[in-house]
T-cell receptor, first 112, second 116 residues
């Protein structure tokens, strides 16, 4: 498959805990992005990490990228009930400019 | 900017009818994408345009689906005739490719289509 694969498919945690989601891919990439989708809404971009970067932070989000393992992780620290959503990774293969390849997503539920 | 605008937000139609979904991308963006999302198949790319020209339509399910982009500020996705299996949420997204790499895509709110 050309798409990314997220792991786990579903994650359920308590408020205050950290949530870690993983993404694996099979081709070389230019960049990898994470998106969030609240129920009934469109996807919203969270963060982009380029192939020459290893870690990036944005607020409570931390993204890592290991190009040797072809994997990325998204860490949400001190989670809140409002973080409940589906999270998707998407990558740019470089060979098809403009197009992103999306995974199936991880459904995160944060219980108050 | 108002973001990507899609209409209608909801559409209920009967099998065999023609359905037209509309999208207005963010001004200045040169890429436009049509996606379909279902529980079974996840998020699927149907077709995408660069500077109003279709680049890849390999995701279009069959000849019943067609998409056009007559100008930089408008695109349509048409299904004729519609079938119950076309029921899904259809998203339009746009992005800017001026950096030379694939950057952030901005998604519209989606059109929820139900074909009875």
């Amino acid at each position: 498959s050309q798409q990314g694969e997220e792991d786990p498919q579903a994650l359920s945690i308590q408020e205050g805990e950290n949530a870690t989601m993983n993404c694996s891919y099979k081709t070389s990439i230019n960049n990898l992005q994470w998106y969030r989708q609240n129920s009934g809404r469109g996807l919203v971009h969270l963060i982009l990490i380029r192939s020459n970067e290893r870690e990036k932070h944005s607020g409570r989000l931390r993204v890592t990228l290991d190009t040797s393992k072809k994997s990325s992780s998204l860490l949400i620290t001190a989670s809140r009930a409002a973080d409940t959503a589906s999270y998707f990774c998407a990558f740019d293969r470089g060979s098809t400019l403009g197009r992103l390849y999306f995974g199936r997503g991880t459904q995160l539920t944060v219980w108050p | 900017d108002a973001g990507v605008i899609q209409s209608p937000r909801h559409e209920v139609t009967e099998m065999g009818q023609e359905v037209t979904l509309r999208c207005k991308p963010i001004s200045g963006h040169d890429y436009l994408f049509w996606y379909r999302q279902t529980m079974m198949r996840g998020l699927e790319l149907l077709i995408y345009f660069n500077n109003n020209v279709p680049i890849d339509d390999s995701g279009m399910p069959e000849d019943r689906f067609s998409a056009k982009m007559p100008n930089a500020s408008f695109s349509t996705l048409k299904i004729q005739p519609s079938e119950p299996r076309d029921s899904a949420v259809y998203f339009c997204a746009s992005s800017s490719g001026t950096s030379g790499s694939t950057e952030t895509q901005y998604f519209g709110p989606g059109t929820r289509l139900l074909v009875l």
